[in-house]
């Protein structure tokens, strides 16, 4: 890939991104906190419903964007990775294996691969990302101001990003904003994999072409390819992206600290063992509804930039 190409598969995958973060952010707040609950302890919220109606009446509207500016960046810089990375691994393929035939139609377990290997980059700027979003979105929900100060985490007055970064700093050092990142890394390989094979396949199922579709109904099959995607993406990770949020969360949501080494391992199995497999699932129900919107708005987003300046 020439870096013109590069450049626009940057710039097109983070506004892409960055749209598709703003559709879905309120959603996911609830979704991050419904999987942050706490795992020895009663769950707080009995679903989705009760969580939005919580979070609205004690926190108001402006609560379901709380900390949106730091996955907004993080959401751009990730799809701008997953695409560019993407689209030069099939390059790369098709250099080595197709004569440079930049034409040539790649299989479709080849494109998932090429969509796993995008993920893993992605990962290493993800994990730091969402490790500060999920925290600004459960913080108000499990601790007052005296606890919060005896914790070193910023008190509920302020929850923007500064002084998140710099608690996270003071108690881990640098490599305390990759908290999680095996969970992150897991589930964007796996994940991302099947979210670009998955579109793929049902652009193809959909027989997309750009130029005999009318608009409109080129637009609909990239909604639907793009809707398609996402659910298929959060289907096959929720259980990992579960257990990264609980990790992520654990010192804010388990004042207690019963599990004095927090990682993925030792939180999968006390999950398993005080609530069982179905806890796994929690918060999967909302999460499918907002990956609608986003995921198809990513796609619609960067599939007509890509058309409109290339």
């Given at each position: 890939?020439?870096?013109l190409?590069?450049?626009?598969?940057?710039?097109?995958?983070?506004?892409?991104?960055?749209?598709?973060?703003?559709?879905?952010?309120?959603?996911?707040?609830?979704?991050?906190?419904?999987?942050s609950?706490?795992?020895?302890?009663?769950l707080?919220?009995?679903?989705?419903?009760?969580?939005i109606?919580?979070?609205?009446?004690?926190?108001?509207?402006?609560?379901?964007?709380?900390?949106?500016?730091?996955?907004?960046?993080?959401?751009?810089?990730?799809?701008?990775?997953?695409?560019?990375?993407?689209?030069?691994?099939?390059d790369?393929?098709?250099?080595?294996?197709?004569g440079g035939?930049?034409?040539a139609?790649?299989?479709l377990?080849?494109?998932?691969?090429?969509?796993s290997?995008?993920?893993?980059?992605?990962?290493?700027?993800?994990?730091?990302?969402?490790?500060?979003?999920?925290?600004?979105?459960?913080?108000?929900?499990?601790?007052n101001?005296?606890?919060?100060?005896?914790?070193?985490?910023?008190?509920k007055?302020?929850?923007?990003?500064?002084?998140?970064?710099?608690?996270?700093?003071?108690?881990?050092g640098?490599?305390?904003?990759?908290?999680?990142?095996?969970?992150?890394?897991?589930?964007?390989?796996?994940?991302?994999?099947?979210?670009?094979?998955?579109?793929?396949v049902?652009?193809r199922?959909?027989?997309?072409n750009?130029?005999?579709?009318?608009?409109?109904?080129?637009?609909?099959?990239?909604?639907i390819?793009g809707?398609?995607?996402?659910?298929?993406?959060?289907?096959?990770?929720f259980?990992?992206?579960s257990?990264k949020?609980?990790?992520?969360?654990?010192?804010?949501?388990?004042?207690?600290?019963?599990?004095?080494?927090?990682?993925?391992?030792?939180?999968?199995?006390t999950?398993?063992?005080?609530?069982?497999?179905?806890?796994?699932?929690?918060?999967?129900?909302?999460?499918?509804?907002?990956?609608?919107?986003?995921?198809?708005?990513?796609?619609?987003?960067?599939?007509?930039?890509?058309?409109?300046?290339?």
């Amino acid at each position: 890939m020439n870096p013109l190409d590069s450049g626009k598969d940057i710039l097109f995958g983070s506004i892409a991104g960055s749209c598709g973060k703003f559709l879905e952010y309120p959603l996911d707040t609830i979704k991050v906190r419904l999987q942050s609950q706490p795992i020895n302890k009663p769950l707080k919220f009995v679903g989705a419903f009760d969580c939005i109606k919580y979070t609205y009446n004690h926190e108001g509207f402006a609560s379901f964007y709380k900390g949106l500016t730091s996955p907004l960046i993080g959401s751009a810089l990730e799809n701008a990775i997953l695409f560019v990375v993407y689209n030069s691994a099939q390059d790369i393929i098709k250099n080595n294996f197709y004569g440079g035939n930049k034409n040539a139609q790649l299989s479709l377990p080849v494109l998932t691969l090429c969509g796993s290997i995008s993920g893993i980059f992605s990962s290493f700027v993800l994990t730091p990302v969402e490790l500060i979003k999920c925290n600004m979105q459960v913080t108000r929900l499990y601790n007052n101001d005296v606890k919060l100060m005896a914790n070193n985490v910023p008190k509920k007055s302020d929850l923007n990003i500064l002084p998140f970064v710099k608690t996270i700093f003071k108690k881990n050092g640098v490599l305390g904003f990759w908290s999680g990142q095996l969970g992150t890394l897991s589930r964007e390989f796996i994940g991302d994999g099947l979210w670009f094979g998955s579109y793929e396949v049902m652009k193809r199922s959909l027989n997309y072409n750009p130029n005999n579709d009318s608009p409109i109904v080129k637009n609909l099959k990239l909604l639907i390819s793009g809707a398609t995607a996402g659910m298929i993406f959060n289907l096959s990770i929720f259980p990992i992206d579960s257990v990264k949020s609980k990790v992520q969360t654990y010192s804010i949501v388990n004042s207690d600290s019963f599990i004095k080494n927090p990682t993925f391992s030792t939180i999968f199995f006390t999950i398993l063992k005080n609530k069982g497999i179905r806890d796994l699932y929690t918060g999967l129900g909302i999460t499918l509804v907002k990956s609608i919107p986003s995921n198809a708005g990513i796609f619609l987003t960067y599939e007509n930039l890509k058309l409109i300046f290339n």
